[in-house]
């Protein structure tokens, strides 16, 4: 079955850590760049962060730079979020998502279930 | 950055819906719409602003004019209660539009 499955969430305190796991099954993930999109609780689609097919390229949004770092091993079929220096505001579904794409456009076509972050005192 | 209208809608079964989404800047075509119900990841409904992924019904279309793109659902279904996005994939960060809830009366 052709899937993404997020693990990984859980309950911190502000200004600790946590890192997501995004496994492939499936399907070889070797050939596709991977996203993470987050979801406050009540609110909309927020893009975090990309990492390209190989690793050797990735972005951030301005709210989590310096602060998450994406990598992969693709040898385990897996994506990870490391995220440091967690802040309330972080609280959020965390999903990734599979990109794929040609010349006329990219998309994001398999989405895992999500995992839950929540940053409370 | 993408302007989604409207935030929320609500329309009987069998009408035809639009949503729309704008771009504050050229973005080729590289726009996508997701469905996403409550609890559920998002799910593709339409990439490259007008082609329909597979195993989508075809009531639902995608259209575009420079910086303006609309999701269309021909005759709306009850299933179709959900919130959908938009989504631009031209340049980073890859943004949504904020959302658009439809309910069914």
């Known amino acids: 079955q052709v899937q993404l499955v997020e693990s990984g969430g859980g309950v911190v305190k502000p200004g600790r850590s946590l890192r997501l796991s995004c496994v492939a099954s499936g399907f070889t993930l070797t050939s596709y760049a991977v996203h993470w999109v987050r979801q406050a609780p009540g609110q909309g689609l927020e893009w975090v962060t990309f990492i390209s097919h190989d690793g050797g390229n990735n972005y951030y949004a301005d709210s989590v730079k310096g602060r998450f770092t994406i990598s992969r091993d693709n040898s385990r079929n897996t994506v990870f979020l490391q995220m440091n220096s967690l802040r309330l505001e972080d609280t959020a579904v965390y999903y990734c998502?599979?990109?794929?794409?040609?010349?006329?456009?990219?998309?994001?076509?398999?989405w895992g279930q999500g995992t839950l972050v929540t940053v409370s005192s | 950055q993408l302007t989604q209208s409207p935030s929320s809608l609500s329309a009987s079964v069998g009408d035809r819906v639009t949503i729309t989404c704008r771009s504050s800047q050229g973005i080729s075509s590289f726009l996508a719409w997701y469905q996403q119900k409550p609890g559920k990841a998002p799910k593709l409904l339409i990439y490259a602003a007008s082609t329909l992924q597979s195993g989508v019904p075809s009531r639902f279309s995608g259209s575009e004019s420079v910086t303006d793109f609309t999701l269309t659902i021909s005759s709306l279904q009850p299933e179709d209660s959900a919130t959908y996005y938009c989504q631009q994939l031209h340049i980073y960060p890859y943004t949504f539009g904020q959302g658009t809830r439809l309910e069914i009366k």
């Open positions: 998502a599979r990109e794929d794409g040609d010349d006329y456009g990219d998309w994001f076509d398999l």
